[in-house]
């Protein structure tokens, strides 16, 4: 069956969103937690080539009304992947101050959400969505590959007695971070009041990157710190 991934929201969601990007960044300037900041911003890249570039304009699964394509799907993919995704960096640092780095995002979510919903009447509404296809598929088998290559590597170090992988945690982190978007949306009244979506893009979407994330996160972190310093 097809996921519709759809939500309606009038502009002053945008307008109160990008505030709450700047201050979100501004924060991640401030502890000097530069290198999470670049994630966001090249994860909101990524997001608006596949978005725009294959979603909308090649596989035409992409809809949006109300507003310029372009433009919306620009700011939607960089509201998506500085949160997401410095979220998802910043927990993986493990520095202590996970809840800290996760309520950010969430309270800036709900935040947004509700004021826009409460006082945005005069605005225009915009709406979106986004059908699945065959395409969850694809996303199902990247995940399946990550984490069958980190349960391999975990079966290896009981072996060897090398350092395992809390797949608990990350599996946490790959759910928790998609839930969290999921929930306010539905919640607020922003995407319609179906269960289905949540739960499947909750398994999926977000999750099927934590493993790619994990390695990366590993391999960058070995030789840059997280205020760009090169690690000794």
């Not at 502009?11 to 290198?35: K, M, N, P, Q, S």
């Not at 294959?54 to 500085?82: D, H, K, M, N």
């Not at 072996?159 to 978007?181: D, F, H, S």
């Amino acid at each position: 069956m097809e996921v519709i991934a759809a939500r309606s929201f009038n502009t002053l969601y945008i307008v109160l969103d990008i505030v709450w990007l700047a201050v979100f960044a501004l924060i991640l300037l401030r502890f000097r937690r530069y290198l999470a900041l670049i994630v966001g911003l090249v994860a909101g890249v990524i997001y608006f080539i596949v978005d725009y570039g294959i979603f909308y304009r090649a596989l035409g699964t992409r809809v949006v009304e109300g507003a310029s394509p372009f433009w919306f799907l620009l700011w939607l993919s960089f509201s998506y992947g500085i949160t997401n995704f410095a979220w998802i960096w910043l927990v993986l640092d493990r520095d202590g101050n996970a809840v800290e780095w996760s309520l950010l995002p969430i309270l800036g979510w709900v935040a947004v959400a509700f004021l826009s919903q409460s006082f945005g009447a005069g605005f225009a509404t915009v709406s979106c969505y986004r059908g699945t296809g065959a395409y969850h598929g694809v996303m199902a088998l990247i995940m399946v590959v990550g984490y069958v290559i980190l349960i391999v590597r975990n079966l290896q170090a009981s072996e060897t007695g090398a350092e395992r992988v809390n797949l608990l945690y990350l599996l946490a982190l790959g759910i928790g971070v998609q839930l969290a978007w999921e929930a306010v949306l539905l919640v607020s009244g922003i995407r319609p009041q179906a269960i289905r979506p949540l739960i499947v893009n909750s398994l999926i979407e977000t999750n099927l990157g934590i493993p790619i994330a994990y390695f990366i996160h590993r391999a960058v972190s070995a030789r840059v710190g997280k205020d760009l310093r090169r690690t000794p």
